[in-house]
Structures are given as C-alpha cells and as structure tokens.
C-alpha cells in the first residue's frame, strides 16, 4: 500500500490548536475509548482516529479550553470508539455478550439523581440520536458541521435530530 | 419543546457526566504511549493518508519514477561516452559550465574536531546536556567565530537534534522571530525562548548564560521545553 504523507492542516495556527487539544484531551479522549472498547490497543487507535476527525472539523471547535470543547471533543471520541468496536466487533466475530461489560449503559449518567424530567429524557435517548441533537441544541453547530464530525450524510443528521426531539417529547420515553 | 429547555437539560447532562469523569489525578494516571505519541504528532505535521486504491495516482506516481531512471540512466551513458568516471566530476574533462574542475586540496584544515567527547568540559558546566540517549555524530569545535557542540539525541518521543554555539559579545544576534511560524515560549523564569514549527520541523532556540541553544527534532513543543529545562541549572 503507498502512502503519502499530506500535510491536512493548513495555518501553523490550526497546528497549535490541535497540538493544545490532543495535549489537553489526550487522556480523557483515552479514557472514554477504553470505556467502549475495553482494550488498551484499541483505545489508542480511537484516539488516533479521533484526532483525525478532529482535524477534519477543526473550524467546529470555537472557544480553546471550553465546556463546549470539551463536550465535542467527548461526543467525537465517543463516536469514534463506537464505530471502532462495531467494526471489530464483526472483523473478529466475536459473540456480542464477549462486549458488553464494556460498553456504558446509555444509562449510566441516568443513575445520578435527575435534576428535571427532560435530563431523564435525555438519558433515556440512545445515542445515535443523543450526539447529533446535543451538537445542534447545545453546542449549536449547523447540519453539515455535525454530519462531517460524525462521519453521517446531512440528511441523517437532521433525521436524527428530528427523532430525537420526537423522543424526547413523548411521555413513553419515561417509561 | 422548545431549544432553550433542551439546552438547559443538555448542560446538566455534560455537568453530570463531568462528575461521572475521574478526577485529574486519576485521569494523569493514564499512560498514552509513545507510538500514539508519535502517530498524532506525524498526522499533525504530515498526514499519513492512503492512497492504496486510487489507482489513477499510483500510476502516475510509477510513471514520475521510471521517467526520472530513464532520465539518469541516458546521462550516464552520455557522460561515460565522454570519457572518464562519470560518478566522479573530477575525472569529466568538462562540467556543466565548459571548465576543468579543480580537485580540492587534500591537505585542507578541517577546524572541526570530530568525534570528541560531548562530555568535556566546553561549556564550563553552564549547560548541561540532555539526559536522552546519544546517537549519530557529534561534533565539536570552532565555525568562525563561534564555539559550538552538535549532537543527535533519542527520546522514546522521538529524535532531535542539539546545537548549542558559544555567544561572542561581538557577534550576538537577537533571536528571530517571525510571526507566520514562531512565537515566545517560557522555559523558565527569566528564560525565554522561541519556538519555530513551520509544519516540518519544529525547532526551540534559547539563550541561556553566554549560549545559545538550538532543539530541532521530531517532537511536541512540551517535550522541546522539558528538554530545555533539563538543560537549565
């Protein structure tokens, strides 16, 4: 396989912006993988993976040191490792059950005391609905910055923000 | 339901899940290793991307090569029918401009002192050289007017390279810096330096006592500095 090394960023600017996130998440980005993943090898290709993705979607990532950073950083890598586990987990067709201690119950923040019923809500969503309705609502990037940072065609994501907002609204969610 | 609320409960969903986070001693707990070190910081600088199946660019790419053999290999056959070695330019009669070259002196002196020990005492104990391991050459000795050591390190973070020359009064230079690619980076307290990284290498260049100190290499600007600072009595 030839491989050319391009360089994907363009500014020195953006450079330093990226080398400062991989410093300043390098560890929570490895963190979160090996909480999906469950393995150490894995886990840091994710990061590697979601430092590409960042990159891509650098001109995504406005205020350095954010809470909304730091939540976009963690929705990608969570992303990322998902899809890296859904990947694996065919390549070594595994049974699924060999998994599933690993991955976090979609729950696992519900098990805190909830503030408001919509927190529950938001709990209960799963998270290929969660990640892209959370970019657009609270982070408040457009359709295409969040079909680009989750690797999903446009149309997708505004599918799922649509049913994300459905769930959300109906009272069986609850239940 | 309107955005306003969903944006509230979202805030609180990160709050939370910050909480559900270990704390940063826990966090610093966490080994990253060198080779992922190493992978980010070459797709920082140079992304490694594959090119396996674009079978339109690897052709181009073979045809560039065997147009480039090709292109050696008929200037070699017509400097041999020239007589003489033609991977020597002093056995050509005649070079590119229509002169005989001169051979150069074989006695000339070489004021660079190769192979000595970069532990001797040239820097008077000011500087200290880095713990990482020594690899490839060093040199030491007189350029001009300037004392200088030059040797080539290995971190398990990578390779770099260390010149520290000796700062004469008369010839000293204010550090460059250059707003497209550098900026003023602290190593310590009363010691700045500059940080160079125009996408290919990345540089810090200090001044420390009568010395100025020159890292270039393959690593972060964090290794650059614990580097540095090693080097700082």
Redesign the interface.
């Known amino acids: ?9 363009e500014t ?1 600017e953006d ?2 912006k ?2 400062k996130i ?2 300043r998440y ?3 980005m ?2 979160i993988a ?1 909480q999906i993943l469950g393995r150490e090898e894995l886990a ?1 290709d994710a ?2 993976d979601t ?2 993705r960042l ?1 891509e979607n650098l001109s995504s990532i406005k205020e350095e040191g954010s ?1 909304e950073e ?2 976009f950083v ?1 929705i990608v890598t969570e992303n990322v490792a998902r899809d890296l586990w859904r990947k694996e987990r065919y390549r070594r067709s595994e049974d699924i059950t060999d998994y599933l201690h690993v991955i976090p119950s979609r729950g ?2 519900a098990e ?1 005391v909830y ?2 019923e ?2 529950e ?3 209960a969503l799963p998270e290929t609905l969660r990640a892209p ?2 970019m657009s ?2 982070l408040g990037l457009s359709s295409k910055e969040i079909a680009r940072a989750l690797n999903i065609t446009e149309e997708a994501v505004r599918k799922r923000i649509q049913r994300g ?1 459905e769930y ?2 109906k009272e069986e969610a609850l239940s | ?1 309107n ?1 306003k ?10 709050k ?7 704390d940063d001693r826990q ?2 707990e ?1 080994k ?2 060198h ?2 070190d190493r ?2 910081r ?11 199946g674009n079978w339109r660019i ?1 052709l181009q ?1 073979a045809a560039c090569i065997a147009g480039v053999i090709i292109l050696s290999a008929a200037a070699f056959i017509v400097l041999e029918k020239n007589g003489g070695d033609p991977t020597n330019i002093y056995d050509n009669p005649i070079n590119s401009h229509g002169e005989i070259p001169e051979r150069p002196k074989q006695d000339s002196e070489n004021p660079l002192e190769e192979g000595k020990d970069p532990d001797s005492n040239a820097f008077e104990g000011e500087v200290l050289l880095p713990e990482a391991v020594p690899v490839g050459f060093v040199m030491t000795g007189v350029d001009g007017d300037k004392a200088y050591i030059r040797h080539e390190y290995q971190t398990a973070s990578g390779g770099f390279y260390l010149h520290i020359s000796q700062i004469f009064k008369d010839v000293a230079r204010p550090l460059d810096l250059q707003e ?2 550098c ?1 003023k980076v602290s190593i310590k307290e009363g010691v700045e330096g500059v940080y160079y ?3 290919e290498n990345a540089k810090l260049i200090f001044e420390y006592k009568k010395y100025r100190i020159h890292l270039e290499g393959d690593l ?3 290794d650059f500095i614990e580097i540095a600072q090693s080097m700082i009595k």
């Open positions: 396989m030839l491989a050319l090394y391009l360089s994907l960023i020195n450079r330093d990226i080398e991989y410093h390098k560890k929570l490895k963190y090996m840091e990061v590697h430092m590409v990159i809470k730091k939540a963690a696992s923040v805190k503030v408001n919509l927190l809500r938001i709990c309705l959370e609502v609270y907002r959300l609204s | 339901m955005d609320k969903i944006k509230e409960a979202f805030a609180l969903y990160r939370n899940w910050e909480e559900d986070l270990p966090l610093e966490i990253i290793s080779e992922l992978k980010v070459k797709l920082i600088r140079g992304k490694e991307r594959k090119i396996g690897m790419t497209d690619y900026r990284n125009d996408g972060f600007l964090e």
